[in-house]
């Protein structure tokens, strides 16, 4: 997660007139939060057969939308970073 904070503090620092690189690099961002979300989710299956190893088309369809919604938005980045930090964290609290 430390990781990821890092990713995001860099995407909040690129300039709001460089769209492209803003979108290319939420388009990393926001599926590894997915990612890690999923393996949270399904943490006592992780590193076995039963585990899924990516996310379905169907959260990265979603990533490809948030993405365009929040490319110059970074409100909304820190907002959804925080958010799927929180969602992490609460799998393993039993929140």
């Known amino acids: 997660m430390a990781e990821l ?3 995001t503090d860099y ?3 690129l300039p709001y007139d460089v769209p492209t690189y803003r979108m ?8 590894a939060y997915q990612t890690i979300l999923q ?3 399904q943490h006592e299956e992780l590193f076995t ?3 899924p190893e990516k996310i379905s088309h ?8 948030d ?5 110059a938005d970074n409100a909304a980045i820190l907002e959804y970073s925080q958010q799927l930090t929180r969602q992490v964290e ?3 609290v039993g929140g």
Do not use: D, K, Y
Request: with cysteine; hydrophobic share 45%.
């Open 90 to 92: 609460e799998q393993f």
């Open 67 to 71: 993405a365009q919604v929040m490319v």
């Open 49 to 51: 057969p039963c585990h």
């Open 39 to 41: 393996n949270a989710r």
């Open 11 to 13: 995407i909040l620092t």
């Open 5 to 7: 904070q890092t990713a």
């Open 24 to 31: 290319a690099s939420l388009l990393c961002l926001l599926p």
């Open 58 to 65: 169907e959260i990265f369809g979603q990533c490809l939308q």
